[in-house]
């Protein structure tokens, strides 16, 4: 009786195992959204908006100015920025364009040793019972067999997603440094666009390509 339950369990958990084996995949629909990268800081856009509530307009907007230009504002426009913005001067080794970027995959595969060995060890014991005079089916041994494998997986690790980038960029004062980069997918900055370092945080390409005049045209209000 043992012996048969133990047979049909075997053969109910292979036909699940081809069953799951034999459903494809569906379908992936097509997606398409604009992707803003984490921390990603951009310079403010002057509002056309003269209706603006109390709250709003206590809050001050963050505005990314090179240092260089910064230097070269009068003290007036400087008050005039620092009144209605929150500005975080840049240093000329702090930011940057990539002019190059190289990578390798360092993920690794999952491990089933431990399954197998779980699966040998269990069908071996369960053999060894048999010719010893006890009950033994083909059933009752691929049952086993799988029971071993379940317990023995827990040994096993799954799969790791590691990959590693090297970026070249040009800084600010026109300086070429190396910054690595170590995440768990494959999507990566773009040669060309600007970043900060060495956190290779997004920012907008208007800070990289800035001059004194964009500066006074988009944080300075004539009265």
């Not at 803003?36 to 100015?65: D, F, R, W």
């Not at 699966?119 to 799988?146: C, E, K, M, P, Q």
């Amino acid at each position: 009786m043992q012996s048969s339950t133990l047979s049909n369990f075997s053969v109910l958990c292979v036909v699940i195992f081809l069953a799951g084996c034999a459903t494809s995949a569906p379908e992936i629909p097509r997606q398409t959204q604009r992707v803003e990268e984490v921390g990603y800081l951009a310079p403010p856009s002057n509002s056309t908006n003269g209706a603006e509530n109390t709250t709003a307009s206590q809050i001050k907007k963050p505005a990314l100015i090179k240092k260089i230009i910064w230097d070269e504002l009068s003290e007036a426009e400087k008050i005039s920025i620092t009144a209605d913005y929150d500005v975080k001067i840049l240093s000329s080794d702090s930011f940057g364009i990539i002019t190059d970027v190289q990578g390798a995959d360092q993920s690794t595969p999952g491990t089933n040793a431990g399954a197998s060995l779980g699966g040998a060890v269990a069908s071996a014991a369960y053999l060894d019972r048999g010719l010893r005079g006890n009950n033994y089916s083909a059933g009752g041994a691929l049952a086993i067999g799988l029971l071993g494998a379940a317990i023995g997986s827990t040994m096993d690790s799954g799969p790791s997603s590691k990959f590693q980038f090297r970026y070249t960029v040009k800084l600010g004062d026109g300086d070429i440094q190396y910054f690595d980069e170590i995440k768990s997918t494959s999507f990566r900055h773009s040669v060309g666009v600007c970043i900060l370092v060495p956190s290779l945080t997004l920012i907008s390409q208007k800070v990289c390509n800035q001059t004194i005049e964009s500066v006074r045209g988009k944080y300075i209000f004539l009265q």
